[in-house]
């Protein structure tokens, strides 16, 4: 079928020296980086995440947090704080809806996906193609992708504390 549960072409999802090159531009030294990709919403878990990764850096300055999608602010806002936070904090950087975010991923050192619900989350099969470890919230699909201190850790949905911990 064309569904989402087909899974995806992981001659696309490579590390190609072309993708390598355009991650090249996108790094910044030897920082560690996290990447989010989707909807920036709150039930994709982005008030925790932000929350969790604000405290990570004022005790490991040397992280970046990376935002790849839309902010859709008629549909599950983020609260203030959150809006604010992205917007003060210089490590975080939320650069939109990307049109190949393979990039983006060879520049970053874990993906996180910190959302209450989802059907099958092709970003965690992206992102792992892609080769990066993750940290997931248990939900449906991303528990049945993720094999706990394998090719990740899987925390409990809406923890700020335990998306910190995993982070840390």
């Not at 910044?28 to 932000?50: M, P």
């Amino acid at each position: 079928g064309y569904g989402n549960c087909r899974g995806i072409d992981l001659e696309h999802f490579d590390k190609t020296p072309e993708i390598m090159e355009q991650a090249g531009k996108l790094r910044k030294g030897a920082i560690c980086t996290f990447i989010f990709v989707g909807r920036l919403v709150g039930d994709k878990g982005i008030n925790e995440l932000v929350e969790a990764y604000v405290s990570l850096n004022r005790e490991y300055p040397d992280t970046r947090l990376i935002l790849v999608g839309s902010e859709e602010r008629e549909l599950d806002p983020l609260k203030p704080e959150t809006i604010k936070a992205i917007a003060e904090c210089p490590s975080i950087n939320a650069v939109g809806n990307q049109s190949d975010v393979r990039p983006w991923f060879a520049a970053s050192d874990v993906a996180v996906l910190a959302s209450y619900r989802e059907g099958f989350p092709n970003v965690v099969i992206e992102a792992g193609a892609m080769g990066l470890p993750q940290i997931v919230t248990d939900i449906n699909g991303a528990r049945e992708i993720i094999i706990e201190g394998e090719n990740g850790i899987i925390v409990p949905s809406k923890s700020v504390i335990a998306l910190y911990d995993a982070m840390r």
